[in-house]
Nanobody, 123 residues
Framework: QVQLVESGGGLVQAGGSLRLSCAAS????????MGWFRQAPGKEREFVAA????????EYADSMKGRFTISRDNAKNTVYLQMNSLEPEDTAVYYC????????????????WGQGTQVTVSS
């Protein structure tokens, strides 16, 4: 069993930045591929970014490229999502997820999910 706890969400003005964190426990963190997803009201959950267990591979949704950066610190059992140039369309609940494999991006390939953290971007 893996526990994931997200933090760092909040209210920010358009153009601002936030850094989300996700702390993992219950499994050797460096054995886990990690990802971020988001879900806006009335919309399906969508892929944001993913990172391989070593951090050597990353992937982003097209709309996040150049604005968001995923990273991880295996010594701290934590994955981060740095979000810059935020737009009102980025408003959503952001979820951290992990998979017991090297690297995945599809939601159905992830094994455990956090409870989510709300990000609200005002115009």
């Amino acid at each position: 069993q893996v526990q994931l706890v997200e933090s760092g969400g909040g209210l920010v003005q358009a153009g601002g930045s936030l850094r989300l964190s996700c702390a993992a426990s219950g499994r050797t963190f460096s054995d886990l591929a990690m990802g971020w997803f988001r879900q806006a009201p009335g919309k399906e959950r969508e892929f944001v970014a993913a990172i391989s267990w070593s951090g050597g591979i990353t992937e982003y949704a097209d709309s996040m490229k150049g604005r968001f950066t995923i990273s991880r610190d295996n010594a701290k059992n934590t994955v981060y999502l740095q979000m810059n140039s935020l737009e009102p369309e980025d408003t959503a609940v952001y979820y951290c997820a992990c998979a017991m494999t090297r690297f995945v991006t599809r939601p159905l390939d992830y094994d455990y999910w956090g409870q989510g953290t709300q990000v609200t971007v005002s115009s």
